[in-house]
């Protein structure tokens, strides 16, 4: 299995400001990806990180909010720029290894 | 589109009773069909993963079925514990993509 760990766990941001959130694997793996969780919805993709090229962004998401770090194939960053209270939301990490998704214990953002 | 629709929303029952989570999904091509556990405050965790052939798997006290043809799957918890209040997340990967679809979820919250 893949053991995944967040950092912060959850914090509490103005609007305005802008927050990084770490994700750490205790494996290899090529691909990693960012997830959002807003209250009583299902995750929905933001991006996929690739070490060594630019992340791969979904629809509805872009680059300048959501800056995502790749330096090496254990480790990623994901920024969230200029927050508002919409940005509110719980960020997960994930990976797929061994045929397997999984996922980090998310940071939990809110945003006054 | 790939769609996962769950049901119900939420559900409350009393410690020692069983229940059953609803999942139909409308993902195509289909590979697998996952179901995750997320306590509150943590990352999804799997349950279990069901193939296209696979019927019937059990993870302890949870038993995963699948109907392929009608493109539905249940998750049968048997004995309730309190431990088992979290959300139930019914996760479908699309054949050839490593986007899933996924569910909204189930809440379920087990009284004593």
């Known amino acids: 299995s893949a053991v995944i760990s967040q950092k912060p766990s959850r914090d509490i941001c103005q609007r305005g400001t802008s927050l990084t959130i770490q994700c750490q694997v205790d494996?290899?793996?090529?691909?990693m990806f960012w997830y959002r969780q807003q209250p009583g919805q299902s995750l929905t993709l933001i991006a996929t990180a690739n070490q060594g090229s630019e992340a791969t962004y979904e629809s509805g998401f872009v680059i300048d909010k959501f800056p995502i770090s790749r330096p090496n194939l254990t480790f990623s960053t994901l920024t969230v720029s200029n927050m508002s209270p919409e940005d509110s939301s719980i960020y997960l990490c994930?990976?797929?290894?061994?045929?397997?998704?999984?996922f980090g214990p998310g940071t939990r953002l809110t945003v006054t | 589109k790939n769609q996962v629709e769950q049901s119900p929303q939420s559900l409350i029952i009393l410690e020692g009773k069983n229940c059953t989570l609803q999942c139909n999904y409308t993902v195509s091509p289909f590979s697998n069909l996952r179901w995750y556990k997320q306590d509150t405050g943590r990352g999804p965790v799997s349950l279990t993963i069901m193939t296209f052939s696979e019927n019937t798997k059990s993870n302890g006290r949870y038993t995963a079925t699948l109907d392929a043809d009608t493109k539905q799957s249940s998750l049968h918890i048997t004995a309730s514990q309190l431990s088992d209040s979290a959300s139930y997340i019914c996760v479908v990967p699309s054949g050839g993509s490593y986007i899933p679809t996924f569910g909204r979820g189930t809440s379920l919250i087990v009284h004593p």
């Open positions: 994930s990976v797929v290894w061994g045929g397997e998704q999984y």
């Open positions: 494996s290899q793996v090529t691909m």
